[in-house]
């Protein structure tokens, strides 16, 4: 089993910016490849960012390339989300996943944090 806890969600204006944090624990969390998704009213989840835990394999949705940054911190089992030139667009819940590295969808879901950005 695998626990992930989100933080950083907010306010914020247009081109502004926001960190996400996703705090990862269980017995094999370092395992598994670590992602943020995100979810907006009346659209299906999808991925936005993807890291493994070595930070050798990353990956980004071509809609947030370039303002978005993600990276981990093994000693904090910690992964972050930078994100940055934020649109209103960009507004939705943002869910922290861990993946098996051989499976396309995740296993394990943090509670999720709303990312909410005004025009």
């Known amino acids: 089993q695998v626990q992930l806890v989100e933080s950083g969600g907010g306010l914020v204006q247009a081109g502004g910016s926001l960190r996400l944090s996703c705090v990862a624990s269980?017995?094999?969390?370092?395992?598994?490849?670590l992602g943020w998704f995100r979810q907006a009213p009346g659209k299906e989840r999808e991925r936005v960012a993807a890291?493994?835990?070595?930070?050798?394999?990353?990956s980004y949705a071509d809609s947030v390339k370039g303002r978005f940054t993600i990276s981990s911190d093994s000693a904090k089992n910690t992964v972050y989300l930078q994100m940055d030139s934020l649109k209103p667009e960009d507004t939705a819940v943002y869910y922290c996943?861990?993946?098996?590295?051989?499976?396309?969808?995740?296993?394990?879901w943090g509670q999720g944090t709303q990312v909410t950005v005004s025009s």
């Open positions: 269980g017995r094999t969390f370092n395992y598994y490849d």
């Open positions: 890291i493994s835990w070595s930070g050798g394999r990353i």
């Open positions: 996943a861990a993946s098996d590295p051989s499976s396309d969808w995740p296993e394990y």
